[in-house]
């Protein structure tokens, strides 16, 4: 089991609510990526980090924001939720070597449900 | 653009038989393969990594093969356990600093 986190797992909100998704990672990794993944549909990249101050957009356009302050800790955060924004969200992270094939640890997901 | 493709169609096998997975890879060439396992409400578990200079990789009752002509990979589970149940995703990753690409999934279900 990788020591990665997320909270919560399930969250049901109104539409405009300001909702922040957490993640944390034991394990060190310097990389760190937020994925959203809906039933049946591949995972699609929406932000990720190499380390402490960096915060890259993903292929999926997205309305939500990362911050990376702590090595271990990596939220998501959406100001105004909408109902397009219902979807599993997944937080996984990597060891970042040059040259490396990076295997990544995903934590258990956050299902959002936007009304 | 870059696309992993896997058979969508749930593939159901009976306990003992060797389940056999299909991963397709278009418009671009990964320097490696790699194969998670998901299972309901959970995130995907990696199983296996292949490079592109790699045949063949094996890890207990797993098999994954990785033939650049064809651009294709096949996962094999040999020894079909209903535990297997999951959905098996395929992912290719490039250089080093470039994001990982998925499939969409293939489900399999063992039955005793």
């Known amino acids: 089991e990788a020591d990665i986190y997320q909270t919560p797992r399930y969250l049901v909100i109104g539409t405009g609510k300001k909702i922040t998704l957490e993640c944390s990672q034991t394990?060190?990794?310097?990389?760190m990526y937020w994925y959203q993944q809906d039933p049946g549909m591949e995972l699609h990249l929406i932000h990720y980090s190499y380390g402490v101050n960096s915060t890259e957009k993903g292929d999926l356009s997205s309305e939500s924001t990362v911050s990376r302050i702590r090595t271990e800790h990596f939220p998501l955060t959406l100001e105004s939720a909408r109902p397009s924004h219902t979807s599993q969200y997944l937080c996984a992270s990597s060891e970042y070597k040059t040259g490396a094939q990076e295997t990544q640890y995903f934590g258990p997901g956050t299902r959002l449900l936007v009304l | 653009s870059q696309k992993i493709e896997q058979n969508s169609e749930a593939l159901n096998i009976q306990e003992g038989k060797t389940a056999t997975l299909t991963c397709n890879y278009t418009n671009y060439s990964p320097a490696y393969l790699q194969w998670y396992r998901q299972d309901p409400g959970r995130g995907p578990v990696f199983l296996l990594l292949i490079r592109e200079n790699e045949k063949e990789k094996r890890k207990e009752r797993l098999k994954v093969t990785f033939d650049t002509t064809l651009k294709q990979s096949l996962f094999h589970i040999t020894a079909s356990q209903p535990a297997d149940s999951a959905t098996y995703l395929c992912a290719g990753g490039g250089q080093a600093g470039t994001a990982l690409i998925f499939g969409k999934g293939t489900t399999l279900s063992v039955s005793s």
């Open positions: 394990m060190g990794h310097d990389k």
